[in-house]
């Protein structure tokens, strides 16, 4: 450890208290590890408690020129966990600015800190009876909600587009200065949580995804709980159906018919929830064969593609959603079933019944079906954490760590008008880019607004395997490079793609992002260097 | 004039054609006048054709440390027209740049450029049967749509909230500089236009109400036209029953029952919408008395309240939200009544029925609800330009320009939470504001958003009657400062609202928006100064 960084570290400690300065090496060597290679290291976590003890730890790391480099719980698996972007920046972990605070009913909104995660709200909200959902992703209810919100993440409801429904973020920027944007300002302005703009420049845009602020709570408008949710699966045969339901559901998208996001999976993709590669019917070999990849998937009555999404409304309004939806789906799939919470509750008592519905015989279906229906109505869960699992040899653990237990997991999400000749060109990319590498193409499709579809591809595998690190990181950088000279680029990046974000021609952008907001921002260079950078 | 300014001149004649800088004495009185008193001067007013022409004309403005000061079409009444924030600023007329570009019928969107007025586009989607509708504000057909948006306006139909339906902005820097936001910046993105976010922090914010950049062309969301629409028109007696609608609706348009802006003006508002000031019933006096108002109002059949929206979608589902929106409204209005294409078309023929049907007796109503009709499904209207006309002696001429016509209207519109008893708080305060100035209080509510309200508070007098300039100063000024201490802010401000803008606790905010961001995007302070600074 240099001089400083000691001088820092002491000082640290005076500021949040000794015990939450951690220099252990498991730890340091935790907070370094992904779910693919990294190779930068931290010498040091912190911890601070809130808003005022993080702007304390960021005067310091200005001070002593240490960079910092802040996670909300550190969950980012795929993405690239808590490691940091550039090499000894210390991680400024805020999972102890905890609070739920500002509820308010009527508005539908409530004032959380970035160490909240999907889990903790979703129970506050329903022990709290409040009558409001909150927007969740499919991953595990132990990761930040801030953190996934200010990279843009998006959930499964009505109010999946996360980013769009926030307001009044409080800051600490990374000069240590504190602001509150909106109308947030003006201390007294009743509509400071319900009016995001304020008055004068809106600056929340600059906070997602970028190092120019670390934002240390936000207001986070939340859905009221509908009359009726009617919860829809579909299945379809054929590749090329993709084309059909995408355009199929489009225009119910455009006209807010479908209010939730829609996911369409294809057949690898609903294996990978339901199983562990079958290690046995392949000999041991990867990837896994069209042959065995067909016996899995009848297995559990999965077809070519598989989609799910919700309706909302009065039970009148639903009504007319399922018919609409009924009609745009006809001919293009196979089996299109609906749930409700009664019809669940009679499925939960009778599996048998539900297996009838969806077509598929088996009992151990139920529990993810019932994780999706839970994630459509606020309630988060863990069910895709088999995921990064895929190619481990041993079962998941009771309490799943990716990063901990060398599991291998990149993704990646271009984004593409809401066009099925897009979501087929992405498709076709990254499909044959993932079989070229050897990996098995698990790939979805997310209808993310009324415009936008993202394809969510996973590259998995098991880092304990030797040379698959190397082989996931080359697959992925040929996605990159492949989906982004067909024009598609992705929504968010993970730490593994900080460095390919640069456009080609527009310097007076990077030019104005990269080097002169910054300086205004964060004059010593201490926030997340490396992070959103052009 | 001044050497450089001159030297500058002659720049920008070599830049843009002699024929298009304007140096004429009319033009300058006109474009320095306003619908209240102003004080700032323009030297010259430049009318550039295209994007590039604008880089250029900004960069001899750095050139010559000239100030310029960009307007769409200069139609920003009530909030100060053309007219700049600061003494010698060049206009810089954006006019002719007026191209409809990229229109995209499947994914409903458009691009435009900033003379693009809502008339323009209005008729342009009609005549190419686009099926698509642009959202219109209650301003004038000849206003700018990008000029309204980028101050954050909002219209009549679903997509109200403009400022949340643009992408992609073509941004020229006050220092010269050229960039495109969002995906723009990667050349090849198909996305561009569906996903306004793209990668890395957003800047688009920083284009609203500010002096950082000129959006030269920018796409703008296009609603799909509904299979079917129902406006409804609803009055109300007894000023206290503010309270009860604004809390009946508020349910509706948080869970999206209702998605139309929902207007609800007072007795006033509506008497000014058909009359001129009854100078005869008065005998020549102001304000108008209770009794006059009464008389005025009872003539058109108009209640304490009169409010209107629409509700859109399939047949089903507006049968299903008049259902819902009847039932809220029982007890607490006098009067509920809908009008379609079809009942419209009937009233056309037999104005009597209409009458009727909404409880007035005078034919010379129809036109009026035929506009506002109208608005709902993006046709504007010229409906609303007698409002400045209200205090003036003669009738509005022809072609109306409340500029030329020395009328005398200000606007003022405070934001709070979507709650009755903000509303009326905020009406209590400004009705006897007015009153107290011996204007009209000319007020009605926009429910502008699922969470927020807005105050629409006119002042309008005369601009020849000597003293009401300084009264109606006055009386602004006192709404701003009463209204502020009340904890309700302005969406926007007019350039007379400018200097209040500063936050009285934030020094931190101030600094970083007024001093460190200005000095980034335009280190010479040549854009617009003292537009939007803290």
Not at 67 to 87: D, E, L
Not at 121 to 136: C, I, P, Y
Not at 145 to 169: A, D, F, Q, T
């Amino acid at each position: 450890m240099t001089p400083s960084l000691l001088d820092a570290i002491s000082a640290w400690k005076a500021a949040v208290g000794d015990e939450y300065v951690d220099l252990d090496t498991e730890t340091l060597s935790r907070v370094a590890t992904a779910t693919f290679a990294t190779s930068n290291q931290s010498p040091a976590v912190i911890h601070p408690s809130n808003r005022e003890e993080v702007q304390t730890c960021v005067q310091i790391a200005n001070r002593y020129r240490i960079p910092i480099y802040p996670v909300s719980t550190g969950k980012n698996w795929g993405n690239g966990s808590s490691a940091p972007t550039a090499n000894n920046c210390v991680i400024l972990h805020l999972g102890r600015l905890n609070k739920i605070t500002e509820l308010d009913q009527k508005q539908a909104c409530v004032t959380i800190e970035p160490g909240v995660t999907q889990g903790q709200l979703s129970h506050f909200l329903r022990e709290s009876k409040s009558g409001l959902w909150v927007d969740v992703t499919g991953a595990s209810a132990e990761t930040s909600l801030i953190g996934n919100i200010m990279e843009r993440g998006v959930g499964y409801s009505p109010y999946s587009n996360r980013v769009s429904k926030i307001c009044r973020l409080e800051v600490v920027l990374p000069d240590g200065r504190f602001i509150v944007t909106g109308f947030g300002k003006y201390g007294n302005a009743h509509a400071d949580r319900v009016y995001p703009w304020g008055l004068g420049p809106s600056l929340d845009g600059l906070f997602t995804q970028s190092n120019l602020g670390i934002v240390t709570r936000l207001t986070l408008w939340l859905m009221p709980e509908p009359e009726r949710m009617e919860c829809f699966y579909f299945k379809a045969h054929g590749e090329d159906k993709l084309v059909d339901i995408i355009d199929a559901l489009q225009p119910l998208k455009l006209r807010g018919i479908l209010q939730s996001a829609v996911h369409i999976g294809n057949n690898y993709k609903v294996v990978n929830t339901y199983y562990q590669y079958p290690w046995k019917l392949t000999g041991g070999k990867t990837p896994m064969s069209e042959s065995v990849l067909k016996d899995l998937a009848r297995s559990i009555g999965c077809d070519d593609w598989s989609g799910s999404g919700s309706l909302y409304g009065t039970k009148n309004q639903v009504k007319e959603a399922k018919r609409i939806l009924r009609r745009a789906l006809t001919k293009k799939v196979t089996k299109l079933s609906f749930m409700t919470d009664s019809s669940l509750a009679v499925a939960r008592r009778f599996p048998g019944i539900l297996g009838k519905l969806l077509g598929v015989d088996l009992k151990s279906v139920f529990p993810i079906i019932e994780s999706i229906y839970g994630m459509q109505k606020g309630i988060p869960s863990d069910v895709t954490m088999s995921t990064p699992y895929w190619r481990k040899k041993q079962a998941p653990p009771e309490i799943r760590d990716p990063d901990r237990d060398h599991c291998g997991l990149i993704w990646y999400s271009p984004v593409a008008p809401l066009d099925g000749s897009h979501a087929t060109a992405m498709y076709q990319i990254s499909k044959q880019i993932l079989l070229t590498y050897a990996f098995e193409p698990l790939i979805a499709f997310a209808l993310m607004s009324e415009r936008a579809l993202c394809g969510v591809i996973a590259i998995v595998y098991d880092r304990d395997v030797p040379g698959e690190d190397e082989r996931a990181m080359a697959c992925h950088r040929e996605l990159v490079l492949k989906l982004s000279a067909a024009g598609y680029y992705p929504y968010r990046a993970g730490i593994q793609n900080m460095p390919n974000l640069t456009p080609e021609g527009d310097r007076d952008y990077v030019k104005l992002i990269s080097h002169q907001l910054k300086q205004v921002f964060d004059p010593d260079n201490i926030l997340s260097p490396g992070r959103y950078e052009f």
